[in-house]
């Protein structure tokens, strides 16, 4: 019986270890992502909203350029809300395929686990008293959809 | 309680797989160091995605559907996913099986969270009765063999296989989450050196916890009913039993404590496609711990789960 489990065990960790010797990091766009800096095209409405912090490198910001995908390169804020609180994503265009879409604020106003993604301890906190993190089944981004739509508009202007 | 020193952390978040993927770090290193870990791990979201994605044509498992009966040569990443998948479906005699798709696309799942594109993938027929039997792995050429139209769904394994490698990037850190969605692993210990306290949330109402665990490098994830509805009929939800095409109805949610949380979250799906007493029985033969919550919320646990109850 046990013997069965660790089968399991051998054949996920064997898995794991074979796609991360196959070296993905450097291979895909999103290594791109971190070594140079995404132009930012567009503010909108967001004075306030962090840019995503991938400044460290000393290469110059390339200019956006017409990608063969649908959306020019860069990075384009967007922000939504609805009557329980609001959100602000990032989303990152390479080679004009979507890189990354970064929450970089959100707000309540009253506690909805459903979009407290920035601050779990706080927000977790306060419901439970003392756990780090909740297991539950997966939410799906229903609550982000407008913002991230908003950016999405400006990719494609 | 907690009165020691609050160890300096980092949190942030980002989307991918149509959920929030939320990383904390607990370091004393250089912060350019503790981002760059981060990145990286993000980038594992990223990679995992791309390849696995049946929400977007030009993912490397859209492309092989468009390919019948034909061996096709595929990355590391799509074989290992898909060799694993198939693995479990075996060992769980198809109470989790990845060609599921074909089933979850009649009932709707199939728009693109970013874009909201819906794709119906050419290789769709819900007519014709396809399993994991129809697909074969010839390991010495790494190539992928569909012997039936079909539709390849590894939205628990690719999430776990993103969560795994995630961690090794951030396993030399003094503490760590990545919280996938409800998809866990906690590496360390918290902020406050102590090991990670995750709870499981209620079932039936969503703003408490129904039970609270304590452990530190492993991996949790609960599979539950109560998130992701067909946008046809919403009385379907995600869970569907391979073998009857129907939602599964005795379970409201299965968490799996594991130690990759690839085998976490397909564990805990099949431990809920069985229900309790095959669920938790399945759980102890792979040798994990693990809790199911009934409709009427009842819980079954394995043997030594209480080990990591608070």
Redesign the interface.
Known sequence: ??K???K??T???V??G???S?G??VT????L??NSPPAIVSTQKTPNVPTP??S?SPSPTPSPVAAQGQYRDGTYNGQGSNRIGGVE?ALTVQQG???????TNCWTHY????ID?????EV?AR??G????????????DA??SA??QA?NQAQA | MRTKNVKESL??????M???V?I?IVSSHAK?EI??SM??A???F??VE?VCSRFNNQSEISRLSTQIGTPVPV???LF??V??AW??AD?TEGAFDPTLGNTLVSYGFNRD????YQSTPTSFNANTPVNYLDIDLNKEEQTILLRKPLVLDLGAIA?G?AV??AV?ELAHFEGF?I??????F?GGM?EYDEP??????H?DK????IR?LQLTNMA?????????RSPISKDVHHLINPHSSIPQSDSL?C?VI???A??ADAFSTAAFILGAKKGIHQL?????DGLLITPTLEMFMTKEMRRYLV
């Open positions: 019986m046990a069965m489990g660790h399991m065990v054949l996920c960790a898995a794991i074979i796609v991360y196959a993905y990091i895909e766009p999103a290594a992502a971190q912090d991938i460290t994503v395929k979507i890189t990354s879409c970064e929450i506690s909805v686990s459903a993604p920035v601050l779990p301890r977790v419901q439970s003392k756990v780090d993190v909740v297991s539950g089944a997966t939410k799906s981004t982000f959809r991230v739509q999405l | 949190v942030k978040s980002q989307l991918f149509d959920t929030v939320t904390k350019a981002e760059e990145a990286r993000f980038s594992a990223y990679h791309s990355s590391a990443t290992e996913a060799n694993f693995e479990v060992f969270y970013l874009t909201g999430k296989l795994d490698l090794k989450f919280d996938a969605g409800g998809d866990i906690a918290n990670w306290r995750v709870g499981i949330r079932p969503k703003e408490e916890i609270s949790v994830c609960t599979s539950g009913s109560y998130e992701r949610s968490t594991a130690p990759f690839m085998m102890e033969l792979a040798g994990l």
